[in-house]
């Protein structure tokens, strides 16, 4: 389970692709490009893409708290998603 977030790192930097349509990060309003610079309260600088996907996932109902700066904002966002399973269709 998990919050259904595609992401990469751009330039080291945490940063989505993509939320999963209908996931719960899409539906908590995560956009493509925000820079995820905090998991948990733990900053993502110098983590890993493993290490993201390790603290992004966990048991369904079970809850993580993001911080994503998103360029055009004054202040950084945050976000509380609560886990769910994935479904992600082979053609959207």
């Known amino acids: 389970s998990g919050v259904g977030l595609h992401i990469t790192l751009d330039q080291n930097v945490l940063t989505v692709i993509a939320p999963i349509p209908g996931s719960p990060a899409a539906r908590a309003g995560v956009a493509p490009w925000d820079r995820v610079v905090e998991i948990d309260g733990k900053t993502t600088e110098n983590m890993t893409l493993l290490e993201a996907v390790k603290k992004l996932t966990g048991p369904p109902g079970s809850s993580v708290k993001i911080k994503v700066f998103r360029e055009g ?19 959207f």
């Open 73 to 91: 904002e004054t202040d950084m966002l945050e976000f509380t998603l609560v886990r769910d399973t994935i479904h992600v269709d082979s053609v």
